[in-house]
């Protein structure tokens, strides 16, 4: 596999699981905090979790790609 893709698919899945973790556990501690009233719609917390990992990778993808600067 080229390095490139090594690189992408690293940075961004770890970026995603770092985000879809932090959104796990705010929604276990405190789910009035992102708008549940009482239980977890399942829904909502896909929704929560996809959107917490996806700006997570996009921001360790761009860390990583700063980093990458001579």
Known sequence: MPR????????????????AFTALVIAAQNPEILGHSGAIE???LAMQVFAFGASFAMGSLG????GKID
């Not at 490139?4 to 985000?19: E, Q």
């Open 63 to 66: 860390t990583a790609l700063m």
């Open 42 to 44: 399942p829904v909502a």
């Open 4 to 19: 490139l893709l090594r690189f992408l698919i690293w940075h961004l899945s770890s970026g995603f699981l770092i985000g």
